[in-house]
DNA sequence: AAATATAGTGAACACGTGTTCACCTAACGG
DNA sequence: CCGTTAGGTGAACACGTGTTCACTATATTT
């Protein structure tokens, strides 16, 4: 006994139509090509056809037309569970649908391998968004091969014909660290996602650098995986070891939200008197009013109009000489510092 | 002065590797299909000047054939805002690379309408999948004439060949609602989601079911949009009311956190002592330990893997009868009740 | 040595579109 | 009445693939 596989049924094509309705398949095409030229009656007629039959035209067989595009946009994000790439992948959706773009969306778990991302490039998109920096840098190479507009969203990519969104790492990390000085904090702590993602690393070399103008000496530098759970983790092992620690700069909210919850709750700390916490992005959760998180904005809406504006401006001049966009953090504050 | 629109280039075609290579453009194709019989020498030239050319077989023109799929699967998704929708789109992205499938996301914020939906439709997809209620029943129809698999989650359709995969919202109200009872509260309030939503309509109907079958009778049911601030607003509205309340079962978790947070900060009450609260989900924030909430777990791996399953078969025997699957919720008892 | 099987090959077809091209008809102006 | 213009029309082509179909050259069997 074997599985009968059916062979897969067909969608209604175009010639169908044209028989259904007694006309050419010329004027079947016609008919949903705005400004050709075609008969009212005859317009009419094949509309009504292909809406009894259930016709549409395939995109894809459309978009295989030397004038085509597929209309297709590969989106490359980070972690959905760490809330910011889950928050900037909507806007970005949205902002595509906009301009007639469909996302087809990678990643959103762990890490994204660079064979993924090969695979996707088998179809003929009109650009790669690609968020966050733990893929190679080799991608560029192969977009540019196959002719797809790379654009990058989270670090800088030097390349021809590359446009990068980014944020200002280095000044986000001095507003956090002049702010925990201000307030009188002197034995600070970086609290960093995983080492090899250039977001990381601006931030804890901004800390450094902004301590060291200080005359400061950071009191300790513990690395995690930019999770809630891993924020946790962490601020325990700082708070159970020997240095004392009275503020913490977090590189991103998840973690500072695990960070504060283990501070308050497993060392019976007291925010910000006895701890200052500062978070980095500003996610939804971080103004939640049980939170109120002091942070470091990264702001999204521009993020996301930025992109698109890059992606608008490439589908136009696809040779134009590359562009890197910094986005300018603003200190957010709240309680926690 | 006018921007020069330069025409768009194109990706290297199998003709022109052909051409490099000195070899048939049929050999070309060969090289890249597993089985087909080629001299082991050639293949390897072939793959050499291909790799150097930049080419890559187009995945579009490839579907394009009688036999081939296109291996794009739209997924329409709710609200990324409410954290559950957002965490069970990264598991089913997940799957669907799984199985050599690629996700087309629509929605992510507030209504899809069904206009998107039917834009998306131009492409041959290899199945939609619907997530979330605020659509119309009228895809069905549209998706049945084009022969695309449909494959509903979060509410039943009845219709031909769609398969649903749903929560059994009656059966988790009525566990919601024991349990509270069983704390001895018995002034409970419903506090639902969108009231078009079939989610919001079972769970609220269970609620009222399982309280009558108790001898109790609602303390207030309330309305609102399944969003934080929705929930933190509602409750607001809520204790200001003339009614005591003494237990709040939330259609989901997102507002029963918002809830949670403005019935301590804004009216001081003791959770459960003065107030228990129950949500419906179990998102991951509901288990951060500064949170705790007892809710009702909304399976989110078994639906991911039913919905999985019931595509696979769709795939494989595209006329069988559509298939109902109910996923069996369960009480998570936590802090808050 | 003859008959047969086997691996390899390129031309040709099919997939479903949008668009160009040559052609036809009818309307219009002189 | 003729010349021009305009709108409408279907055949044919192009897009980039995978696959079938004859056909050849070599290897294997009788």
Redesign the pocket.
């Given at each position: 006994m074997t599985t009968s596989k059916v062979s897969k049924p067909?969608?209604v094509?175009?010639?169908q139509v044209a028989k259904a309705a007694g006309?050419?398949?010329?004027?079947v095409?016609?008919a949903?090509?705005p400004g050709?030229?075609?008969?009212?009656d005859?317009k009419k007629k094949i509309l009504q056809v292909s809406e009894q039959l259930g016709?549409r035209?395939?995109a894809l067989?459309?978009g295989?037309?030397?004038?085509?595009r597929s209309n297709l946009v590969a989106i490359v994000t980070g972690d959905l569970v760490n809330h910011y790439d889950s928050e900037i992948l909507a806007k970005l959706m949205q902002g595509l649908h906009g301009m007639g773009k469909w996302p087809v969306v990678l990643g959103g778990s762990s890490e994204t391998t660079e064979a993924e991302i090969l695979e996707v490039l088998a179809y003929p998109l009109d650009a790669l968004i690609l968020r966050g920096g733990s893929v190679d840098e080799s991608v560029a190479i192969h977009c540019a091969k196959l002719n797809i507009p790379l654009i990058v969203s989270g670090r800088v990519m030097q390349a021809d014909r590359v446009d990068c969104v980014c944020c200002d790492n280095a000044r986000g990390a001095d507003l956090a660290v002049a702010q925990l000085i201000n307030h009188g904090k002197t034995r600070l702590a970086y609290l960093g996602g995983q080492e090899h993602l250039s977001s990381d690393q601006e931030r804890m070399a901004g800390f450094e650098n902004a301590l060291a103008r200080a005359g400061l000496k950071p009191a300790i530098i513990e690395h995690s995986d930019y999770s809630y759970e891993g924020g946790y983790r962490s601020i325990t092992r700082i708070l159970n070891g020997n240095g004392s620690v009275d503020g913490l700069f977090c590189a991103n909210d998840a973690m500072a939200l695990g960070a504060l919850t283990a501070a308050r709750q497993e060392f019976g700390l007291n925010i910000p008197t006895d701890l200052s916490v500062v978070g980095f992005d500003d996610i939804a959760i971080a103004q939640w009013p049980s939170i109120q998180l002091s942070t470091v904005r990264n702001d999204m809406d521009q993020t996301v109009s930025e992109i698109l504006r890059l992606l608008s401006e490439r589908l136009d001049q696809p040779a134009k000489p590359g562009e890197t966009v910094f986005i300018t953090p603003e200190f957010v504050s709240r309680g926690t510092h």
């Open positions: 067909r969608r094509t175009a010639k006309v050419s398949r010329s004027a095409s016609r949903f090509t050709s030229p075609l008969d009212e005859k016709y035209p395939n067989a459309a295989l037309q030397s004038t085509g």
